[in-house]
């Protein structure tokens, strides 16, 4: 079993920037492709970011492509996402989640963190 806690969130104004973690535990992140995933209040759940291994390909949303970076960090056995000139519609409950491929789509991961909010004010 992966338990995943996330942290880094909160409020910052339109064109800040903030990173969040997810640090696992139960097993090594290596073994897993990574996903960021977010939620808007009355939205279904949005893909963000994935990334199949150490090194290999990352998928941005077209909505996030070039500010914000997946990355992760398996020696820390912890995922991040680096959050770049923020807008108030990235206001929303983040998610990182780990499962066997580099899915676009939620239920194509088996653990999930907590979620953590970011609030953007304009």
């Known amino acids: 079993q992966v338990q995943l806690v996330d942290s880094g969130g909160g409020l910052v104004q339109a064109g800040d920037s903030l990173r969040l973690s997810c640090v696992a535990s139960g097993r090594t992140i290596s073994l897993y492709a990574m996903g960021w995933f977010r939620q808007a209040p009355g939205k279904e759940r949005e893909f963000v970011a994935s990334n199949r291994w150490a090194g290999g390909r990352t998928r941005y949303s077209e909505s996030v492509k070039g500010r914000f970076t997946a990355s992760r960090d398996n020696a820390q056995n912890t995922v991040y996402l680096q959050m770049n000139n923020l807008r108030p519609e990235d206001t929303a409950v983040y998610y990182c989640?780990?499962?066997?491929?580099?899915?676009?789509?939620?239920?194509?991961?088996?653990?999930w963190g907590q979620g953590i909010q970011v609030t953007v004010s304009s």
């Open positions: 989640a780990l499962g066997s491929s580099d899915s676009d789509t939620p239920r194509g991961y088996d653990y």
